[in-house]
């Protein structure tokens, strides 16, 4: 098939091989939390929305919700799906806090799958806009005491972020390093990051979606990392993350303190093993799998462990 927009062979295999299998266990484990709700950036074309409700029956249309910011891809999605599918348009960070939006929620699955970098910013602020914005999602997802996927994806290209937002990057390289001894993205910043900044912020941001689901008590889990160049060049390289929010459920007798400190040993360890799991790199692994050469058993054995309803012969 050639290549089109957001649908290279790289982008189908994340949605195919690591966001279906993550789906399925999730909504496996979940059976008595129904309806199984979807909210999605979809594309004008919708292809996440057609493989998981059409081909693969994981959500039903109707329990699907889009945020798009661009008026004309909006309007694509519409005349495509029809009105059983809900479409709201506007930028997903000012979505993200009106009554009316969270009127939707809880939701099971959540997919930022965003084109830009993470920290694209203009000006200096506290947080920046994305984190704010899962900040804001994780927010609503507590006031129902909701376990649920959180699917991340964004640029990760050399020169995608401004200088301002490289600042936080470094923050949190040193942070990192100092918090864990865990020095790999603070040295690869200091070298020639052009190489390796998908690396770096694979090492970086789980750390701190961790951070913000600990601080709404969840014990939020990063199940998964994997890159892709839809272009195979390195200018273009997609990083796509996937965390699991469980509620804690702090004993309500406890003070907002002590379940502050309740959940910082567990996000402590989340972070260690977010730092500990292996980078997928899908270019690489659909060249492997082309010439024919098998995964290794190391590979398939971690994907059962991550995603154990999953039948093993779907995954690589
Ligand atoms: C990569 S595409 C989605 C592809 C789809 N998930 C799939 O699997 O085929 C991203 C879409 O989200 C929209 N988008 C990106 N950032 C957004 C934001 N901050 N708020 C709302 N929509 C956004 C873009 O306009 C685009 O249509």
């Known amino acids: 098939m050639a290549r089109e927009l957001f649908n290279s062979p790289e982008k189908r295999w994340i949605r195919e091989h690591f966001w279906l299998p993550a789906l399925l266990d999730f909504k496996t484990r979940s059976q008595f939390d129904l309806p199984f709700k979807y909210l999605t950036f ?3 074309e919708g292809r996440d929305v057609e ?3 059409k081909t693969h029956s994981v959500f039903a249309l109707q329990n699907i919700s889009v945020w798009e910011k661009n008026d004309e891809n909006a309007k694509a999605l519409i005349s ?12 997903a960070f000012d979505l993200s806090s009106t009554d009316r939006e969270a009127s939707f929620f809880p939701y099971s699955a959540i997919n930022l799958d965003f084109t830009n970098g993470f920290f694209n910013l203009k000006k200096n602020r506290i947080s920046p806009h994305k984190l704010e914005l899962i900040q804001n999602i994780v927010e609503h997802q507590q006031h129902h005491a909701s376990n649920f996927l959180l699917l991340l994806a964004f640029n990760t ?3 995608v972020d401004t200088a301002t937002g490289k600042s936080f990057v470094h923050k949190m390289a040193f942070d990192v390093a100092t918090r864990f001894g865990s020095t790999r993205a603070l040295f690869n910043l200091t070298r020639n990051s052009n190489k390796t900044y998908d690396k770096v912020l694979s090492d970086l941001l789980p750390a701190a979606v961790i951070t913000v689901g600990g601080e709404h008590t969840f014990d939020t889990r990063c199940l998964g990392k994997a890159v892709y160049r839809p272009y195979g060049v ?8 996937v965390f699991e929010f469980v509620y804690d459920n702090p004993p309500l007798s406890q003070s907002s303190f002590f379940r502050a400190q309740r ?4 996000t ?13 790199d899908v270019n690489q692994t659909r060249r492997i799998k082309r010439k024919g050469i098998s995964i290794s058993k190391h590979a398939r054995a971690r994907y059962r462990k991550l995603f154990p309803s999953t039948s093993s012969k779907s995954i690589l």
Not at 234 to 241: D, E, F, I, N, Q
Not at 268 to 280: D, F, G, N, P
């Open 263 to 266: 959940m910082e040993d567990t």
């Open 80 to 91: 495509k799906f029809g009105l059983e599918l809900r479409v709201k348009q506007g930028e």
């Open 234 to 241: 390195r200018k273009s390289a997609m990083l796509c993350l």
């Open 268 to 280: 402590r360890k989340r972070q260690e093993e977010s730092l500990a799991l292996e980078l997928i």
């Open 42 to 44: 979809a594309g004008p």
């Open 51 to 53: 493989f998981f409700c």
């Open 157 to 159: 290209s050399p020169d």
